[in-house]
């Protein structure tokens, strides 16, 4: 098993999207990036914690690669919005990827750069990519949000 760590917007859709997907064993979301230890969400919220929301995936990669699951993520949002998804406003909704070895770094690089060059966008692709960061679980109450709720996706 691997994981995989992404903040794409509010982290209860990024997770849904990433369920769907065959070879992902597990997640769940909750926070990174931040200096706060061990943050609730109402912090979080505070825009002032430094952490974003993210999904903690843990994949087989016999079952779905690393690229697969990068694709997911670009089309889980718009990652040419700073600070924010749809309504969402904050840091703590920034498009991130954590990368946990030097091969996820260099293709959620290469990956980066060609949705970059694919002229998909008008604006820049402002994705940051960096060293994962202590994953900190959120609430209990975010995990699988939307399922619990009997819900599959958010909908702006």
């Given at each position: ?49 430094g952490h974003a ?104």
């Amino acid at each position: 098993m691997e994981k995989a760590t992404f903040g794409a917007g509010c982290f209860w859709g990024v997770e849904a999207a990433f369920r769907q997907v065959k070879g992902v064993k597990a997640t769940a979301v909750g926070y990174a990036g931040g200096t706060t230890k061990n943050p609730t969400y109402k912090e979080v919220c505070t825009d002032s914690t430094g952490h974003a929301e993210v999904v903690e995936v843990e994949f087989d990669p016999v079952e779905v690669s690393y690229e697969e699951l990068l694709e997911v993520f670009w089309s889980a949002h718009d990652p040419t919005q700073l600070n924010r998804q749809g309504p969402d406003v904050g840091t703590q909704y920034r498009s991130v990827i954590y990368f946990h070895s030097p091969e996820q770094q260099a293709a959620a690089g290469a990956s980066k750069e060609k949705l970059a060059a694919s002229g998909r966008y008008r604006r820049p692709v402002v994705t940051q990519i960096e060293p994962a960061a202590e994953f900190w679980r959120a609430e209990e109450y975010h995990q699988q949000y939307f399922e619990k709720r009997g819900l599959s996706h958010c909908r702006f």
